[in-house]
């Protein structure tokens, strides 16, 4: 998405080596590497290659269509089909970074002194209607934040999750313009919708203060 992009394109401004590791295309900032994996081995050889560099940094920015997730999953006329949409959306935000952070675990431990930083939502906290599969998947990830943050202390790693609320992302982007407008008015100040930048400041802010962890 446009805040993996804007995160990636501003640690390779810095001089990190970036690694993007995605089932799906993105567009890559210079000075990055996108290497697509479809299963946990490659995702286990991708990391092994990638951490050969000096500074290593991994963004996982996983989106489903908007129309997708406001599909609600309890209707009358339930179908084989809204459990894949489940299984779909619980893979993609909840399994892709679980899976990610266990296959760079033994790397992160030998290093120490290193960072994850995972991408929940506000929906994960204040859930809305029709989104039951979005929610418990972005509630999921803030629940193995503290967890993952525990397990890691001992070797010097920090875990930290943000949970984003009214951004301009491309499931935001996927709904009516009025909707959009209206969600942002109704943030207090400043009234609009979060941008790529602001993203990628929080992230860099995470990354610096040592006194951030489990949260």
């Known amino acids: 998405g446009k805040q993996g992009y804007a995160l990636a394109s501003a640690a390779a401004d810095r001089g990190a080596d970036v690694t993007l590791v995605s089932t799906s295309s993105l567009p890559v900032p210079e000075g990055a590497t996108l290497v697509p994996v479809e299963t946990a081995r490659e995702l ?57 952070a266990r296959a760079l675990a033994p790397h992160l431990r030998a290093h120490g002194a290193c960072r994850i930083v995972n991408i929940a939502s506000v929906g994960g906290l204040y859930p809305a209607s029709s989104s039951i599969a979005y929610s418990a998947s972005k509630g999921g990830i803030a629940g193995m934040t503290l967890p993952i943050a525990r397990d890691l202390a001992r070797n010097g790693i920090r875990c930290m999750t943000i949970a984003p609320g009214i951004f301009g992302t491309p499931m935001m982007f996927g709904m009516p313009k009025e909707t959009q407008d209206a969600l942002a008015a109704s943030v207090p100040f400043p009234s609009r919708l979060g941008t790529p930048a602001d993203y990628a400041k929080l992230v860099k802010h995470i990354v610096e203060n040592d006194m951030l962890n489990g949260e």
């Open 44 to 100: 286990q050889a991708a990391i092994t290659t990638a951490v050969s560099g000096a500074d290593v940094k991994f963004l996982h920015s996983p989106a489903m269509p908007s129309a997708e997730l406001r599909k609600t999953l309890l209707a009358d006329d339930d179908t084989r089909e809204r459990l894949e949409l489940w299984d779909r959306v619980r893979d993609t935000n909840l399994r892709g970074p679980y899976l990610l």
